[in-house]
């Protein structure tokens, strides 16, 4: 099993940056990638950025594409998701994911672990 911890959402203004964490614990050696999606009320999860754990190959949504930046730090065992220039759509709750297939996926449904996310607040 793999457990999944996000942390540093909050409320911010519009145009303003937050960052958030996913740590990682338990059988990390089985993931290979880590992402992030969100999930407004009323709508579908939403692919927002995905990165292998190597580092090598990094995925983005494209509604986030020049905003967001997904970084992983192997030795802390945490993957990082830095958003720039937040909108108020960008209101969501965030979720860590974790798969064990060995390429860059972003279908939630073949995601193997999750977190229980944390809610990231855009005010206009």
């Known amino acids: 099993q793999v457990q999944l911890v996000e942390s540093g959402g909050g409320l911010v203004q519009a145009g303003g940056s937050l960052r958030l964490s996913c740590a990682a614990s338990?059988?990390?050696?089985?993931?290979?990638?880590v992402a992030w999606f969100r999930q407004a009320p009323g709508k579908e999860r939403e692919f927002i950025a995905a990165?292998?754990?190597?580092?090598?190959?990094?995925s983005y949504g494209d509604s986030v594409k020049g905003r967001f930046t997904i970084s992983r730090d192997n030795a802390k065992n945490t993957v990082s998701l830095q958003m720039n220039s937040l909108k108020p759509e960008d209101t969501a709750v965030y979720y860590c994911?974790?798969?064990?297939?060995?390429?860059?996926?972003?279908?939630?449904?073949?995601?193997?672990?999750w977190g229980q996310g944390t809610q990231v607040t855009v005010s206009s």
């Open positions: 994911a974790a798969a064990t297939r060995r390429i860059v996926i972003t279908t939630p449904s073949l995601y193997d672990y």
């Open positions: 990165i292998h754990w190597s580092g090598v190959s990094e």
């Open positions: 338990g059988r990390i050696f089985s993931i290979f990638t």
